[in-house]
């Protein structure tokens, strides 16, 4: 059975830090792209940052590029997100997903809130 799910996510203050988890199971987690894609109330959901398999490259949205980082370890089967002097436009429900041809999985979400 596929899984992902993640952690981390909870209520900041502005300019603070937060680290997301996936833990990922039930498939070869090596094989596949990973990305945390995020969703804020009324707006559509949108790619934060992937990662490749071996993690050679990692791509970035523009507004979080030299604040968050993405990061894999095959041999844990996770992947993160470090996220760096928050914004409240970052305040959004964040999404592990894991993609390899055509195969493509979601885990159910954490909530991010970015708040004085």
């Known amino acids: 059975q596929v899984q992902l799910v993640e952690s981390g996510g909870g209520l900041v203050q502005p300019g603070g830090s937060l680290r997301l988890s996936c833990a990922a199971s039930?498939?070869?987690?090596?094989?596949?792209?990973m990305s945390w894609y995020r969703q804020a109330p009324g707006m559509e959901r949108e790619l934060v940052a992937s990662?490749?398999?071996?993690?050679?490259?990692?791509n970035y949205v523009d507004s979080v590029k030299g604040r968050f980082t993405i990061s894999r370890d095959d041999a844990k089967n996770t992947v993160s997100l470090q996220m760096n002097s928050l914004k409240p436009e970052d305040t959004a429900v964040y999404f592990c997903?894991?993609?390899?041809?055509?195969?493509?999985?979601w885990g159910q979400g954490t909530p991010v809130t970015v708040s004085s």
């Open positions: 997903n894991g993609r390899f041809s055509t195969r493509n999985y």
């Open positions: 039930g498939f070869t987690f090596s094989y596949y792209t």
């Open positions: 990662i490749s398999s071996g993690g050679r490259n990692t």
